[in-house]
């Protein structure tokens, strides 16, 4: 049984099995993938150093159950590219800008270079604790968390049926 929603390139998607149901939420356990395999300059591209310490690890994502997953189905989670896109400005870039500013107006004030190092010191700790304000407003936001989208292949009533021909078995 093949569930199917609309997608579009405006959106990132990722393919998981449903490793859990409660209530409205599932838990969705999907592996690290990035496009390096493909691409010739991935020995000297950031990404290829990424994807060389991240290659087949797994993460778990709770997910808002909308087309009634159940456990063993393989789904199709997405993120709106947008949306990705701003929370990893957020993340890189607000820390980096506050080190910076926050250094350039030391110096400019004339301060010492010491007091300029430790006035970085507490401009990048003002964008981190910054990052974390807007992460924790974020954190529930539908517009920054993943969403089911699609049911690939249902597992989860053979998933049943097993564990009960298992459990006759045994008994």
Known sequence: MAIKAVTNDKMLEEVGLV???SNQLVTVQTQSQLACNSCRASTGCGNGIIEKYL???????????????????RVVIAIP????TKAS???YMVPIISLILTSVLAS?????????????????????????????????????SPRLVSI????????????????????
């Open 108 to 144: 400019a004030i004339g301060l010492s270079e010491n007091f300029v190092i430790l006035s970085g010191c507490a401009g990048i700790m003002a964008g981190l604790m910054l990052t974390k304000y807007y992460n924790q407003k974020w954190l529930n936001s539908e517009l920054y």
């Open 89 to 91: 400005l957020l993340v």
């Open 19 to 21: 490793l859990s149901v």
């Open 81 to 84: 590219r947008a949306s990705l």
């Open 55 to 73: 290659s087949g690890k797994m993460f778990e994502s709770e997910v808002h159950n909308n087309i009634g997953a159940k456990v063993g189905d």
């Open 152 to 171: 690939v292949d249902s597992l989860g009533g053979k998933l049943t049926q097993l564990r009960r021909i298992k459990s006759i078995e045994i008994s």
